[in-house]
């Protein structure tokens, strides 16, 4: 099984901030690596998908980057419908997936 | 607009079967492009995807969960579903129904991109006696 691991797992930050957050996968994915964001109860949201294609949308704040077991996520300046929490989930065995532990955003 | 809808009981007890559908309205389930999912996220924790199935009834399961998970899909209703046997308290978990995509391009492994771009607004089911 492909394992992914996310850092930090809670992110204090501010609004306005540059906010970048790490996936990292237990073997070489290419870029198939997709990007969710979760408000508290609520369901996960798409945010990009392929590494980083931004999904409709999505507004352009939001980036990816990456190839093979590194990626990163980065918010270029936070929002306050920003504080979330990001999953990343790779999408390169699928049908079957595995997602990152998730990080946390916050103030 | 699709939108997808989780039902069924939210309390199991434990060595029991949990039972959910995921109603799917503005589109149809039969579409040849979309496969249709489920994923669990446990009170405080992370997702874990349980598996999908195609409309032709083709099914892929988390090779965790595989001994105790059936997926299946009725067309003639626009529905699929989830069940979990001998559930127990590590089971309690909201459950979401998702739709899987795929982009329109294949990426450098020639393998197309894959991801969950619909989601329902998730069923709490908790596993208790």
């Known amino acids: 099984d492909i394992q992914m691991t996310q850092s930090p797992s809670s992110l204090p930050a501010s609004v306005g901030d540059r906010v970048t957050i790490t996936c990292r996968a237990s073997q070489s994915i290419s870029t198939y690596l997709n990007w969710y964001q979760q408000h508290v109860g609520e369901a996960p949201k798409l945010l990009i998908f392929g590494a980083y294609n931004l999904q409709s949308g999505v507004p352009s704040r939001f980036s990816g980057s990456g190839s093979g077991t590194d990626f990163t996520l980065t918010i270029s300046s936070l929002q306050p419908e920003d504080f979330a929490t990001y999953y990343c989930?790779?999408?390169?065995?699928?049908?079957?997936?595995?997602f990152g532990q998730g990080t946390k955003v916050e103030i | 607009q699709l939108q997808l809808q989780e039902s069924g009981p939210g309390l199991v007890k434990p060595s029991e079967t949990l039972s959910l559908t995921c109603s799917v309205s503005g589109g149809s389930i039969s579409r040849s492009d979309y496969h249709w999912g489920w994923i669990r996220q446990p009170p405080g924790k992370g997702l874990e995807w349980i598996g999908s199935?195609?409309?032709?009834?083709?099914?892929y399961y988390s090779p965790s969960l595989k001994s105790r998970v059936s997926v299946y899909i009725d067309t003639s209703k626009n529905q699929f579903s989830l069940m979990l046997s001998s559930v127990t308290a590590a089971d309690t978990a909201v459950y979401y129904c998702?739709?899987?995509?795929?982009?329109?391009?294949?990426?450098?492994?020639?393998?197309?991109?894959?991801?969950?771009?619909?989601w329902g607004r998730g069923t709490t089911v908790t596993v208790s006696s």
């Open positions: 998702a739709r899987r995509s795929a982009s329109p391009y294949t990426g450098d492994r020639g393998y197309y991109y894959y991801f969950m771009d619909v």
């Open positions: 199935i195609y409309y032709s009834g083709s099914t």
């Open positions: 989930q790779q999408c390169y065995s699928a049908p079957t997936w595995t």
